[in-house]
């Protein structure tokens, strides 16, 4: 087993992080698993669209950013499921410390996966405006050393299975 600290999971709304991280969390007791949507929420009892709505886009980001910091800070060893959006420059830095694995799950997938979400405030977009900010963010995802798709993330249901996958990290 790989000794990284932090492992990173990064990828559009959709993209299957969070299923992911709770398959890799079924069958490891080495890592601690981290949902960082879900973490921001589950003190406030309401889902991301609610949270949004009520304090806005910039409170909401630096929630995730206090979050993210102070995880990246812990000496656990964490596996975490980044928001879509957490791959700001604001987050770089912290970012940096860890390694990032980009889901790259097709748009027209994770397209099909949220537009009926009602606890997604960005779905409210446009399919064309959801398209125009995929390739967008693609752009930051694009530069991870690490990328997983479809096919693989099924195959891999432990993090010996990612380790033994993507190789020494």
Same mark, same amino acid.
């Given at each position: ?8 999971l990064?990828?559009?709304? #959709?993209?299957? $992080? ?6 890799? $969390?079924?069958?490891?007791a080495?890592?601690?698993?981290v949902d ?6 589950a ?20 929630? %995730?950013h ?18 879509? #959006? ?11 410390k ?5 889901l ?14 009602? %606890?997604?405030?960005? +779905? ?8 125009? !900010?995929?390739? %967008? ?9 690490? +990328? ?10 432990? !993090? ?6 993507? #190789?020494?990290?």
């Amino acid at each position: 087993m790989q000794s990284i600290k932090k492992i990173l999971l990064t990828g559009f709304m #959709g993209a299957g $992080k969070s299923h992911f991280l709770a398959k890799l $969390k079924e069958n490891s007791a080495i890592h601690h698993f981290v949902d960082l949507d879900q973490e921001i929420l589950a003190p406030r009892g309401s889902h991301l669209g609610e949270l949004i709505e009520r304090v806005g886009w910039g409170p909401f980001r630096q929630m %995730e950013h206090d979050l993210l910091r102070d995880l990246m800070a812990s000496e656990d060893n964490l596996v975490i499921a980044l928001g879509g #959006g957490a791959f700001s420059e604001n987050n770089q830095k912290l970012l940096e410390k860890g390694v990032i694995i980009w889901l790259n799950t097709p748009f027209d997938i994770c397209f099909a996966r949220i537009k009926e979400s009602k %606890e997604r405030p960005l +779905v409210k977009l446009s399919r064309e405006d959801l398209l125009k !900010l995929y390739g %967008e963010r693609a752009l930051q995802y694009k530069k991870c050393k690490y +990328v997983l798709n479809l096919d693989q993330m099924q195959e891999i249901n432990s !993090l010996e299975d990612l380790f033994s996958h993507i #190789g020494p990290i």
